[in-house]
T-cell receptor, first 114, second 112 residues
Framework: DAGVTQSPTHLIKTRGQQVTLRCSPK?????VSWYQQALGQGPQFIFQ???????QRGNFPDRFSGHQFPNYSSELNVNALLLGDSALYLC?????????????FGEGSRLTVL | DQQVKQNSPSLSVQEGRISILNCDYT??????FLWYKKYPAEGPTFLIS?????DKNEDGRFTVFLNKSAKHLSLHIVPSQPGDSAVYFC???????????FGQGTRLTINP
């Protein structure tokens, strides 16, 4: 049973560019959340997708956007990259958006902005 | 505003002894708390959780204690094993909502 898979694992961009990160949820899961983990910090909630709609959003600017596809996979897009966007981006999946409980995380995509 | 705080960035414990990791929170709306463990180059993995209607939850070597009046929770690992060496994150949420608010993490090192 495949867990949460993310791609790419590492990438380097320059300021002002745009990036797209991808996530496939664990089999049987229909809800995807994205988190940003800066160096030395805990993960910070970006947003959650369920039924192809953004359901909850954290304190992130509109440069951060997402999408969920009918097969429940998801993308995170970041426009106009800033140096401060350098971080590990984690995708997490679950059975339902309203079920409080453990999320299953992927290994993350490490983004470096130069 | 850091709503969930882990004030100890690191902790070193001898194998076989008890490891105690602490976490404080400020938002009284939080009613569900979780601990995650993270190894290098891996995503966080769920360890144990507790609802605010309880003050203790056990799972094998792991026990989480919740003190609502002090807005404090702790994770006890007994006995500590070398494989427990990892970064531990405390997280909090509101029941029915999946947005987790994480602490900064504590790096636990178990020495043989």
């Amino acid at each position: 049973d495949a867990g949460v898979t993310q791609s790419p694992t590492h990438l380097i961009k320059t300021r002002g560019q745009q990036v797209t990160l991808r996530c496939s949820p664990k089999s049987g899961h229909d809800t995807v959340s994205w988190y940003q983990q800066a160096l030395g910090q805990g993960p910070q909630f970006i947003f959650q997708y369920y039924e192809e709609e953004e359901r909850q959003r954290g304190n992130f600017p509109d440069r951060f956007s997402g999408h969920q596809f009918p097969n429940y996979s998801s993308e995170l897009n970041v426009n106009a990259l800033l140096l401060g966007d350098s971080a590990l981006y984690l995708c997490a999946s679950s059975f339902s958006p309203r079920r409080t409980g453990e999320l299953f995380f992927g290994e993350g995509s490490r983004l470096t902005v130069l | 505003d850091q709503q969930v705080k882990q004030n100890s960035p690191s902790l070193s414990v001898q194998e076989g002894r008890i490891s105690i990791l602490n976490c404080d929170y400020t938002n009284s709306m939080f009613d569900y708390f979780l601990w995650y463990k993270k190894y290098p180059a891996e995503g966080p993995t769920f360890l144990i959780s507790i609802s605010s209607i309880k003050d203790k939850n056990e799972d094998g070597r792991f026990t989480v204690f919740l003190n609502k009046s002090a807005k404090h929770l702790s994770l006890h690992i007994v006995p500590s094993q070398p494989g427990d060496s990892a970064v531990y994150f405390c997280a909090a949420s509101v029941e029915g909502a999946q947005k987790l608010v994480f602490g900064q993490g504590t790096r636990l090192t178990i020495n043989p």
